[in-house]
């Protein structure tokens, strides 16, 4: 294969948080093409895009394909738009990569975006790769639960190989659509954050007392009210956040992270970019991922998760499942409470203040066991078997 095709979850751009389309994206070791989420239906008011036609622009060696004004399914129920869609997109990219464009392009799609599937049905690529990479729908966002399950089943169904970041969502998939669903846990660049920086960004204060650094969404998924009772009873411990605010589901939820935020010993940094993010992680002392422990988390395969081991640093992972090849390099517990809680972050202090042997090498070594080329590799000879 010597084309990556991705129906991104985000804008190629974004920052403030990565994903795994874009690493997917990265990792591929031919040219990249990348295909931007469908616009929002208040992009006509503005008159930003064209009704038809597409846009495309070279960005990092990845062509940054940009998607015309969305056509609301109610006024599109024969697909005639999405299908004018398709044959604008199936130009460009005929023009891009040559006519034969299908016969070598890897064209791959996450359940973020279940939109792309009329796309994708009328533009039928012939090496279609279908990714579950979160239960996307027990997270308190609005989504027609029938139109999003109806896209990712006919997606299921169009594609060559489905695959899932963790054995929980790999079993609702194979309940689902009654075919075969491989398991494909998230990964990192090995290289990117193992590497020391001195890049340590604005508001990381130096101190003499630990600092214990959390780096990701900061959102509805975190357990505020976990995350509290360690600040308070640990005064004597920076507590650092990096990372884009996003979606908190109620207000309970908001007053809990309000709270957690208002304490003297926290400290917000903003969010960083995937640049700047190995300098926050590598001058922390001790790396944590508070989730709460629910279904979403139960599903999940944290980005950052991965991203801790290639720092090395001590490892508290609360709420999420561990693979069972780390689970000896993370202080975990997929069920927490406060006195579990508790026990996983003074093993981890006790590894920081050398009372322990130190699993730095472990961690990182494991890490590069689990890069994104690996998983990229690992869709392709699946694809060709």
């Given at each position: ?225 976990l995350i509290l009772h360690m600040v308070r009873a640990h005064r004597g411990v920076c507590w ?146």
């Amino acid at each position: 294969m010597n084309h990556w095709l991705t129906f991104g979850m985000s804008n190629y751009q974004t920052s403030g948080f990565s994903d795994t389309s874009r690493h997917m994206t990265h990792a591929f070791a031919g040219r990249r093409h990348y295909v931007e989420p469908p616009k929002p239906i208040t992009a006509w008011k503005r008159l930003d895009g064209h009704v038809v036609r597409w846009d495309y622009e070279s960005i990092e060696d990845v062509n940054r394909l940009i998607p015309p004004l969305p056509i609301p399914s109610r006024l599109d129920k024969f697909g005639v738009g999405a299908a004018l869609q398709a044959k604008q997109l199936d130009r460009v990219l005929s023009t891009i990569i040559g006519t034969a464009w299908r016969e070598n392009t890897v064209a791959y799609v996450t359940n973020w975006t279940p939109q792309f599937q009329p796309l994708i049905e009328k533009l039928a690529p012939k090496f279609l790769v279908f990714d579950i990479v979160d239960d996307v729908l027990s997270f308190p966002y609005r989504m027609n639960k029938e139109r999003t399950e109806a896209a990712w089943s006919k997606l299921a169904a169009q594609a060559n190989l489905v695959v899932a970041v963790s054995e929980t969502l790999q079993q609702d998939a194979i309940r689902r659509w009654q075919r075969p669903v491989q398991v494909l846990s998230n990964a990192v660049d090995a290289d990117h954050f193992s590497t020391p920086s001195r890049n340590v960004p604005k508001g990381v204060q130096h101190s003499p007392v630990p600092r214990v650094g959390f780096a990701g969404s900061i959102n509805h998924w975190l357990d505020y009210e976990l995350i509290l009772h360690m600040v308070r009873a640990h005064r004597g411990v920076c507590w650092y956040f990096a990372g884009r605010r996003g979606h908190f589901g109620d207000v309970a939820t908001q007053r809990a992270h309000d709270a957690v935020f208002a304490e003297p010993n926290v400290h917000y940094v903003g969010e960083l970019s995937y640049h700047e993010l190995p300098g926050f992680l590598h001058a922390m002392d001790v790396l944590w991922l508070p989730r709460k422990a629910n279904r979403a988390s139960a599903a999940s395969s944290p980005l950052k998760l991965f991203e801790y081991l290639a720092v090395g640093k001590p490892i508290v992972a609360l709420g999420v499942p561990v693979p069972k090849d780390v689970e000896r390099l993370i202080y975990h517990v997929e069920h927490p409470t406060l006195e579990n809680f508790e026990d996983c972050f003074q093993h981890a202090m006790a590894e920081y203040k050398g009372e322990s042997p130190s699993l730095w090498e472990s961690r990182r070594h494991a890490a590069g066991q689990r890069t994104w080329k690996q998983r990229v590799e690992a869709v392709i000879d699946a694809l060709m078997t």
